[in-house]
């Protein structure tokens, strides 16, 4: 029989990566969908007739007891959240209901509805914030410095509290940035390639961003799906960093972007904007995912150069039509 899944989330990057993961494993997937005033399906209108979507709400205890009972599900991944960090601190508690206590509601929703299903909870290198170590491990001390760091870290340890209270087979994966062409347009590698292109193509004369030294260890969000999966698949529930061990820059990310769009002088179009700097800017946060490379048998397969590149192509592609 086949098995079945149920993904929160399923209209974001990784959950639209990840439905097709599991379809292709010959799962019956599910995704919830909260009901919202302007519905974007859009990364998942390719699939819409081979998953069944279910409305229900981080905030609504009762809808996804309802949407659990419905789905029947033998995995559970938890993939929504208020995702975008500078957002988190102009809708604080709202970051906190959904992002963190959100967690709490749906673990207790899965040990009434489906103890026996195995829950995967999106945390985040974000959580690292303020780094006490560098790279940072499975056992690396949280310092966060937003307020979607800090809800990420109640949702962290809220699943390890379920996990170890209550039996269930409830794992975290620790998340470093992972982009891909269906990033939101808000995220700075997408900004980046978007711009790329459509200044390229004569819709745009410039772009504008904050601190082009950050560094960032980013990935491809398709690989990191996987590992998702992989974790789900194990004897033991565990926790796990996913992520390259390698960081980039703002500024790389602009120089390869503006180079696959035919447009190496890159300077003449880039201009820093103080209101895009942060209150609090993370320090170096950089995964070491040696744990899962041994335990999962997953590591990174895209270099950011070819990441930066495909999402460029895309977006080359997207506003060339």
Known sequence: MSKSALITGITGQDGSYLAELLLE???????????????????????????????????DQRSLVDTLRASKPDEVYNLAAMSFVAVSWVQPTLTAEFTGVG?????????????????????????????LE??????????????????????????VNYRESYDLFACSGILFNHESPRRG??????????????????????????????ERDWGYAKDYVEAMYLMLQQDTPEDYVIATNKTNSVRQCVEIAFDEAGLPDWEQYVRVDPAFLRPA???????????????????????????IRLMTRSDLELLGG
């Open 185 to 214: 347009l808000e995220f700075v590698t997408r900004k980046v390639t978007w711009h790329a292109a459509a200044i390229k193509h004569g819709l745009r004369d410039e772009l504008a961003l904050g601190n082009l030294d950050a």
């Open 103 to 131: 967690v709490t509601r749906i673990l207790e929703a899965v040990r009434e509805a489906c103890p026996e299903a195995r829950f995967y909870q999106a945390s985040s290198s974000e959580m690292f914030g303020k780094v």
């Open 25 to 59: 494993h010959g799962y019956e997937v599910h995704g919830m969908v909260r009901r919202a005033s302007t519905e974007k399906f859009d990364r998942i209108e390719h699939l819409r007739d081979r998953i069944t979507l279910h409305q229900g709400d981080l905030l």
């Open 134 to 159: 560098v790279p940072q491990t499975e056992s690396t001390p949280f310092y966060p410095r937003s307020p979607y760091g800090v809800a990420k870290a109640y949702g962290h340890f809220i699943t």
């Open 281 to 307: 800017e993370v320090d170096q946060l950089i995964g070491n995912p040696a744990k899962a490379k041994e335990t999962l048998g997953w590591e990174p397969q895209t270099s950011f150069e070819q990441l």
